[in-house]
């Protein structure tokens, strides 16, 4: 029989550690409760540029280092409370270009140096209030390129250097006033590669420039006798571009820049979401009896094969949002049961699922995978902040920012020590939020060691400790009676500047008499700049029955975790028992008075339905959980 190890933290467990980062709040952009809506985030000399909506001026042009007083806006665009709507961020050796609506001159092209007197508009591609219809900025070097309609020729292919002068038409390529509509803009060896239509041949081919006119040229008629041919899902590969062509789309191509050297690579069903990695191609692909699965190609018909079906049989996983990390591709796909997060090292046996974790806006934070998530069933429903190495263990969520639901965040961005996101707590609406990773505890100058609580009578005595802070202001501690829903119970004075440990104690007087079953602590941190944080959350047992006992996520994919708040210290039996009775597993563990945490492993477990006995002293509970 297999042994069932399970490990208890101690009470004194450390709540912050070197290698963490916690997220604080940065400003209250729109004061109160309303949205400021952050988005567009781009990295800009260490700290960020972004659009924001203060409620007064409209969405407009905004900077961050990450502090309240160094969150500012760079320009009204638009002045008064018109929206100038800045998009399309791209940073260029100093530069921030994007497209923005000053309501004189039409949506067109400006750039930034995070100064108001350097935020201008570049040139009035098309003059007076029409819209330059900009689109596509895509970077080479020092030269920006884009899409853009000047009233005469369409949408066409153009560039700037920055300059007035230095803003032109690369090239009319659907001469007079159609458009040849430039998309699916990528850089491979100094040459721009795009899709394009020069109204001559049928629908969209694969074109390049070496920004001159006379080097912007269309490399291959891709189905001469095919009409209304699309190219698209671009990606360059150790000097091969592959991309996907067809109508409907139902090819993989690759092209090393000639027209000879333009060839197909094997004929499937809608090719998508292409992604390098190790030189090699990996994508979404279907043929005539799988579903969409997961594929790969060396760039041979005979090596275009698929890896993995990730969803048995007929049916599609269509896995999607493919990041190289590290030489590890992440992605999700679709299980059956909802999207899940899965790795890849291009072998059949090294793709497979990390943990029944469902994410969205994956990112590359220093060689781990953030992104958003549900944090699991139940009480710790709702999507929160998320990282993964790769593995079940190593997949945590970051950190638990809002009260109640989820802080749903997105616009992930890492700009140089520091990451980015835009999540609401649910006192503030979606705001710009910042963790400093050469920082121990979120970007706050404070090195905390200890939270813990005892019940004493009918009170709550609260003890936390830290070893060194600087600038601290308070700390609020919150209480939570039914789980979800935090609210101040007091603000106790920071000691400001320390070195040495500092003891901190309360006392929550009368809490036993509230009538419920127990009782939830955390810490706001807070310093002198008005940012601040919050620790690990504690659970107090207050009842008069047994101690108590709860177990999440459930249903279980890997693992599971029992949360046990127990009066008293003492020595349990747990067991897993599967419907027929027998157990399956079985350990001794010693939990302490307070909240207890212990993992659960269950992974070597099948599909389907377990109890988990609890045994010894005061405690008699058993919990049923579905193993999926």
Excluded at 134 to 156: C, M, Q, V, W
Excluded at 306 to 320: E, I, Y
């Amino acid at each position: 029989m297999r042994k069932f190890y399970i490990i208890i933290p101690t009470l004194f467990l450390t709540a912050f550690v070197s290698t963490a980062q916690t997220f604080y709040f940065v400003k209250d952009i729109k004061p109160g409760i309303g949205s400021s809506n952050s988005g567009n985030l781009v990295g800009f000399n260490g700290a960020v540029i972004f659009s924001a909506n203060d409620g007064a001026h409209g969405d407009e042009l905004w900077k961050s280092d990450g502090t309240a007083a160094g969150t500012v806006m760079i320009k009204d665009i638009f002045p008064g409370s018109v929206s100038g709507s800045p998009a399309g961020m791209v940073y260029v050796n100093g530069t921030v270009y994007f497209m923005a609506n000053d309501g004189t001159h039409g949506e067109e092209l400006w750039k930034t140096d995070g100064t108001e007197a350097g935020t201008v508009l570049v040139k009035d591609i098309n003059p007076g209030a029409a819209h330059g219809m900009i689109s596509e900025l895509k970077a080479n070097n020092s030269t920006l390129y884009f899409t853009a309609h000047d009233g005469i020729h369409g949408e066409e292919l153009w560039k700037t250097n920055g300059t007035e002068a230095g803003t032109v038409l690369v090239k009319d390529i659907n001469p007079g006033s159609g458009n040849g509509n430039p998309q699916n803009l990528v850089v491979m060896n100094d040459v721009l590669f795009f899709s394009a239509t020069d109204g001559i041949h049928s629908g969209y081919d694969l074109w390049k420039s070496t920004g001159t006119e006379a080097g912007t040229i269309m490399v291959k008629d891709i189905y001469p006798v095919v009409n209304n041919v699309v190219v698209e899902s671009l990606v360059p590969a150790n000097g091969t571009l592959f991309f996907a062509a067809g109508n409907p789309v139902s090819a993989l191509w690759k092209s090393d820049g000639t027209e000879a050297g333009t060839v197909q690579v094997k004929n499937l069903i809608y090719p998508k979401e292409l992604c390098v990695l190790n030189d090699t191609l990996y994508f979404q692909g279907k043929n005539s009896t799988e579903g969409a699965e997961l594929w790969k190609s060396d760039g041979t018909n005979a090596g275009t094969v698929m890896l993995k079906d990730t969803r048995m049989g007929t049916a599609s996983g269509n896995p999607n949002s493919f990041i190289n990390i590290q030489n590890t591709l992440f992605f999700k796909t679709d299980e059956g049961n909802g999207y899940k997060l899965w790795i890849s090292d291009g072998t059949v046996a090294g793709t497979r699922r990390v943990k029944d974790i469902s994410p969205e806006y994956m990112t590359n934070i220093n060689g781990m995978v953030y992104f958003s998530a549900w944090k699991g069933t139940g009480p710790f429903a709702d999507r929160e902040l998320w990282k993964s190495d790769g593995t079940a263990a190593g997949t945590v969520m970051v950190q638990s920012i809002a009260n109640t639901g989820g802080s749903n965040p997105s616009d992930i961005l890492l700009t140089s020590s520091k990451v980015f996101i835009v999540a609401t707590d649910n006192t503030h609406g979606r705001e710009l939020w910042m963790a400093n990773l050469n920082t121990s505890v979120g970007g706050l100058p404070l090195t905390m060691v200890d939270f813990k609580g005892v019940l004493t009578g009918h009170d709550v005595v609260l003890k936390w400790k830290t070893l060194a802070e600087h600038n601290t202001s308070h700390f609020d501690i919150e209480r939570s009676l039914n789980g979800n829903n935090f609210e101040k119970a007091v603000s106790v004075t920071a000691a400001g500047n320390s070195t040495i440990t500092r003891q901190y104690q309360y006392t929550d007087a009368g809490v036993t008499l509230s009538g419920a079953p127990s009782v939830r602590y955390r810490l706001k941190m807070t310093d002198l700049d008005g940012k601040f944080t919050f620790s690990r959350i504690i659970a107090i047992y207050i009842g008069h029955a047994q101690s108590l006992i709860m177990l999440y996520p459930n249903p279980v994919s890997e693992n599971t975790m029992l949360v046990i708040a127990a009066r008293k210290k003492g020595n349990l039996t747990c067991s897993i028992i599967d419907q027929g009775g027998r157990t399956i597993q079985q350990r001794s563990i010693v939990i302490n008075e307070g909240s207890n945490k212990v993992p659960v492993e269950t992974e070597i477990l099948t599909a389907g339905i377990y109890t988990i006995s609890i045994n010894g002293g005061e405690i008699n509970e058993k919990l049923r959980f579905v193993k999926q």
